[in-house]
């Protein structure tokens, strides 16, 4: 960081070095201060400017650099033009004074009278050029393939900017084993805020968020470990307290990318600003084996369920399983027969009962619904 600093106050301190020494030669003892000092507080306005910038883009700082070498190339072409143009105007005029004034004059003289009178002008010409072209590739430069033909600043012509991690998807870690299933194409993009948010979490006090922050670090260790897929760390400098779920929504939208989460929030606020979701819920459950109505399986009661008499249970894979009937076989592993279920971004439920039971939870559940569509009624007519 220190190092950046010098750099920048380096470059600064060059820029005006150097429009201060040019004048300084262009006129000689003939320099007026007033004007070199001037020049010196607009070359270091522009180059604080420019540095600015490029701070501020840095996170993607390459495809910056490649826009402002562009940007710098239009600058000095529009500067050529203009003080041909300006020469082309001046000579005439020039050549037509110097008769007026008796003096005999050739059109290498009046050449040469004309850019002296340019000159004076060239160096702030340039500088305002120069920022010109700058900023405006730096603004258009996602549509710069309209402008240079096989050119293109942009992810959005090609392919999709990559995947960026969230926190959720890291801790989770199915992401790793999807990704070397290589169903999953693009880039792999971990911003250094995540890294930072899980440092944070492996260094709290709570052993269940200490031992979650230590599983992401781990898991994007084994995912840059892994010769698959390319994983990039996206460096960023944005302060510690800003949220993550804005910074990622940010990000995404810079790099045109898509987020990989677990967060059902994350989820619908990314869906609302315009962002691709991969959410790998959705994917889990979009592979996993259908469970059909009637099918019998073997599953151990953990809980009490949220109704009278329902017992809970849990798949290998975490997928909630809800029997009716059972809350007196809790701590038993029971054979229950599946009555349904039901799919959603947050994760599948399934509901099931006691082998042979189906008919009677069926007529229970119509019975509890029509009693509540009979008390519904029941209060508006009141």
Not at 174 to 199: F, H, K, S, W
Not at 238 to 258: G, Q, S, W, Y
Request: with cysteine.
């Amino acid at each position: 960081m220190i190092l950046k600093i010098l750099l920048r106050i380096l470059f600064v301190t060059f820029v005006v070095g150097f429009v201060v020494n040019a004048y300084t030669v262009a006129y000689g003892e003939m320099a007026d201060y007033g004007y070199l000092i001037l020049y010196a507080i607009i070359s270091t306005i522009i180059a604080g400017l420019f540095v600015y910038f490029e701070w501020r883009l840095q996170r993607n700082l390459v495809k910056e650099m490649v826009a402002v070498v562009f940007g710098i190339a239009g600058g000095l072409a529009v500067t050529v033009l203009l003080v041909m143009v300006a020469f082309l105007f001046l000579l005439p005029s020039t050549a037509v004074a110097e008769v007026g004034a008796g003096h005999m004059v050739t059109l290498a003289g009046a050449v040469v009278l004309t850019l002296e009178q340019i000159q004076p002008w060239v160096p702030l010409l340039m500088i305002l050029c120069l920022y010109s072209g700058i900023t405006i590739v730096l603004q258009t430069k996602d549509d710069f393939r309209f402008l240079i033909p096989y050119i293109d600043f942009s992810r959005r012509g090609t392919r999709e900017g990559g995947l960026l991690l969230d926190s959720s998807a890291l801790i989770d870690g199915r992401i790793a084993d999807i990704l070397e299933t290589r169903l999953v194409q693009g880039p792999i993009v971990l911003p250094d805020y995540v890294i930072r948010e899980m440092q944070a979490l492996a260094d709290s006090r709570d052993s269940m968020k200490r031992e979650r922050g230590r599983r992401g670090l781990d898991m994007a260790r084994r995912m840059q470990k892994s010769e698959l897929y390319p994983v990039t760390l996206h460096q960023t400098n944005i302060p510690v307290d800003r949220p993550v779920d804005e910074e990622l929504i940010r990000t995404a939208k810079e790099l045109h990318a898509r987020i990989v989460t677990t967060d059902f929030n994350l989820n619908k606020v990314a869906q609302l600003e315009g962002i691709t979701i991969v959410n790998i819920n959705d994917l889990a459950n979009a592979i996993k084996p259908v469970v059909l109505p009637g099918q019998m399986m073997q599953l151990k009661l953990v809980r009490q369920g949220q109704e009278s008499g329902q017992a809970v249970g849990y798949l290998g894979d975490g997928t909630m399983v809800v029997v009716e009937k059972s809350s007196a076989n809790i701590g038993q592993t029971v054979m229950v027969e599946v009555t349904g279920s039901i799919q959603t971004s947050a994760g599948r439920m399934i509901f099931a009962c006691p082998p042979g039971m189906s008919d009677e939870v069926a007529k229970d559940s119509r019975r509890s619904s029509t009693s509540g569509r009979f008390i519904t009624d029941s209060n508006q007519e009141s």
